[in-house]
């Protein structure tokens, strides 16, 4: 496995996803532990809809690096027997980094 450089890309670029959405996070978000954070908001009637501390986005970074883990630990388990499946493990890690990516942003930008 760690001569194939897809999985390798794979991870690779998940893993800076990951890195990047928690500078985002530190650097964008509010420093301040006990105050709100918009997670939500609704355009149309300009309310907030979800809100929460910052504790709250560094509790969802810490479940997609779990994420992150268990999926790495389980594509290297299974690469020997099947290569698809830990490709398919892959490519879901990656889109699901590249999303939290994406949602650290916009929280940020609300804030």
């Given at each position: 496995?760690?001569?194939?450089?897809?999985?390798?890309?794979?991870?690779?670029?998940?893993?800076?996803?990951?890195?990047?959405?928690?500078?985002?996070?530190?650097?964008?978000?509010?420093?301040?532990?006990?105050?709100?954070?918009?997670?939500?908001?609704?355009?149309?009637?300009?309310?907030?809809?979800?809100?929460?501390?910052v504790g709250t986005f560094f509790g969802v970074l810490g479940i997609a690096l779990t994420m992150y883990l268990i999926n790495f630990f389980l594509a290297w388990q299974?690469?020997?027997?099947?290569?698809?499946?830990?490709?398919?493990?892959?490519?879901?890690?990656?889109?699901?980094?590249?999303?939290?990516?994406?949602?650290?942003?916009?929280?940020?930008?609300?804030?």
């Amino acid at each position: 496995m760690a001569k194939d450089r897809l999985i390798i890309f794979f991870f690779l670029t998940s893993f800076i996803f990951i890195a990047i959405a928690s500078l985002v996070g530190y650097i964008g978000l509010p420093q301040d532990p006990g105050g709100p954070l918009i997670i939500k908001l609704n355009r149309l009637s300009d309310e907030i809809d979800l809100a929460g501390g910052v504790g709250t986005f560094f509790g969802v970074l810490g479940i997609a690096l779990t994420m992150y883990l268990i999926n790495f630990f389980l594509a290297w388990q299974i690469y020997h027997r099947d290569r698809f499946f830990s490709y398919i493990i892959g490519v879901g890690t990656l889109v699901v980094s590249l999303l939290f990516l994406i949602v650290a942003g916009v929280i940020a930008t609300l804030n």
